[in-house]
């Protein structure tokens, strides 16, 4: 395409400098290029069964349209598939089944003809082609996928909701069948629910056993599509919406930040559910909760699981691979069980629970973590205050439980600190009750100073500060006045605990009350 233009254009440019002169050639050199017709926007190929139906917008002053077509991704494309077209679709029924084709558009005009448009690839197959809402705006209804119209093929985004903005119950339930197949075209996603309309109206439940979701391309690629998101109106509960026993694969695309998105719901992935080969992350808990049991989560861009806020996780017998760490969380983040995980192919730096720095505490009222051990040790990857965030009188003492045999590593000049030096105690109050945890630095090779250290500063609550069978290794790093640093507050070290390898001071007190016993 491009040689018939620059042949053409040659031949305008040298009649143009016989009978015009030099300078009006590149005047309409210049005119030509200008007025080339542009790409055709938003071009889509949609599979059928032994057919692709590719659309495209109009191009304003396009006298025809050019379709082109490779088997692969890029091209080339050689000569045009169609050619002197005047409508915006073409239908190609010169395909065979299960084979992907990537498809490009060009516009014809007067000058001759533009430039490809953005490529969009397209797999046919022998299956059941599904798109748009699943619901009904009359009342709830319930839709199975069966092994006999399997495969389902998305060639648009699924959405399994009611359908009518009322707080009346048109819940829409979508049932998977074990051994089906659902494939997706890329760019396209499955959503349980959605954020924007009212719990009934627009409530979504999937039950899916022994099913697989994955890309509708011949050669798949991690983020093909999207992946499966519980939005907001997702009923909650595991009764209502769970992947039991099946394969999510190559999603994470389409600006996904993870497989399985969860927003205010509360979804569970059990019994051998396999979360493979994204882009992006594989579970993504924005708010609600998950319950992960006995599964496979593979990240890949960003962590395996991630959550963000007050959300909760339950993570059982499961192995973590893949992505930035296993599991990375914010401070309030619910830990409700942990137990049986193990993690493969992740540096030891990276090999564990990663905890974000900032306040792990609440406006609200009181609240209490803990982070159970024996599991994946914590990584706290920025510094951790443990209190309670608001300037008032009133409780919002936060409290933080560290099971026995917890390992917790902090990455380079990181600290904790429990309470703080300003403010009211019950707006600010912090608690730390630590029995037979490791505290220390996130390297190898254990080095003194590595990390600030343990701050019970003025706001710890009295008779909630306890480091009881506790190592303390490695700490004093710059930014800290010693390992473990008490101000105007009394805490209890006992049965045992060990401060070494300290860079400054191992034990440093401030108009304090200390209890050490044995």
């Not at 089944?97 to 490529?119: I, K, L, Q, R, W």
């Not at 760019?187 to 022994?210: C, M, W, Y």
Request: hydrophobic fraction near 40%; charged fraction near 10%; proline fraction near 5%.
């Amino acid at each position: 395409m491009l040689l018939r233009q620059r042949e053409a254009g040659i031949r305008l440019d040298r009649v143009a400098s016989r009978t015009l002169g030099l300078g009006c050639a590149a005047f309409l050199l210049a005119l030509r290029l200008a007025a080339a017709p542009a790409a055709p926007a938003n071009l889509l190929a949609t599979p059928g069964n032994a057919k692709v139906t590719v659309t495209w917008n109009a191009i304003t002053g396009a006298t025809s349209y050019n379709v082109y077509r490779s088997l692969t991704q890029g091209g080339p494309y050689g000569s045009p598939l169609a050619s002197g077209l005047t409508a915006t679709s073409y239908t190609d029924s010169a395909v065979s089944n299960d084979t992907t084709y990537y498809y490009v558009a060009t516009a014809v005009d007067g000058t001759g003809e533009g430039a490809f448009s953005a490529e969009d690839p397209a797999t046919p197959r022998v299956g059941t082609f599904v798109s748009g809402v699943i619901g009904s705006s009359s009342g709830p209804i319930t839709t199975t996928w069966t092994p006999a119209g399997s495969p389902y093929v998305v060639v648009g985004d699924v959405e399994v909701r009611g359908n009518l903005n009322t707080f009346s119950d048109r819940t829409s339930t979508l049932v998977v069948q074990p051994g089906v197949r659902v494939l997706f075209e890329p760019g396209t996603g499955l959503f349980v629910g959605d954020d924007i309309g009212p719990v009934g109206g627009h409530s979504g439940r999937l039950l899916a056993t022994g099913a697989t979701f994955m890309s509708n391309r011949s050669s798949p690629a991690p983020g093909d599509w999207k992946g499966i998101r519980f939005g907001d109106t997702a009923t909650d509960g595991g009764s209502n919406n769970f992947l039991d026993g099946c394969a999510v694969e190559w999603a994470g695309g389409g600006g996904a930040v993870a497989a399985v998105v969860v927003n205010l719901s509360s979804p569970e992935l059990r019994n051998g559910t396999a979360v493979h080969r994204s882009t992006s992350g594989g579970v993504h808990v924005a708010a609600g909760s998950v319950v992960i049991a006995n599964a496979e989560i593979e990240g890949g861009n960003n962590p395996a699981i991630r959550l963000l806020g007050f959300s909760s996780l339950s993570l059982t017998s499961t192995k973590l691979l893949g992505g930035t760490y296993p599991v990375q969380i914010q401070p309030n983040v619910t830990l409700a069980a942990l137990s049986g995980n193990t993690v493969s192919g992740y540096m030891a730096t990276q090999a564990g629970i990663a905890v974000e720095g900032g306040v792990m505490g609440s406006s609200g009222g009181p609240q209490s973590r803990t982070w159970p051990g024996g599991d994946l040790p914590y990584i706290v990857l920025g510094d951790l205050s443990v209190r309670g965030d608001l300037n008032t009188f009133s409780d919002r003492t936060s409290t933080l439980v560290v099971g026995a045999q917890a390992e917790v590593l902090f990455n380079a000049g990181a600290g904790l600190t429990i309470g703080q030096d300003s403010g009211p105690h019950q707006g600010f109050g912090g608690k730390l009750l630590a029995t037979g945890v490791t505290f220390k630095g996130n390297t190898p090779t254990p080095s003194a100073g590595f990390w600030k250290g343990i701050y019970f500063a003025d706001t710890a609550i009295e008779g909630g500060l306890v480091l009881d069978s506790c190592v303390v290794e490695g700490a004093g790093g710059a930014g800290s006045s010693g390992a473990v640093a008490i101000n105007l507050t009394t805490v209890v070290l006992r049965n045992g605990t060990i401060i070494r390898l300290t860079g400054n001071v191992g034990l440093r007190m401030s108009s304090t009350i200390l209890q050490s016993q044995r």
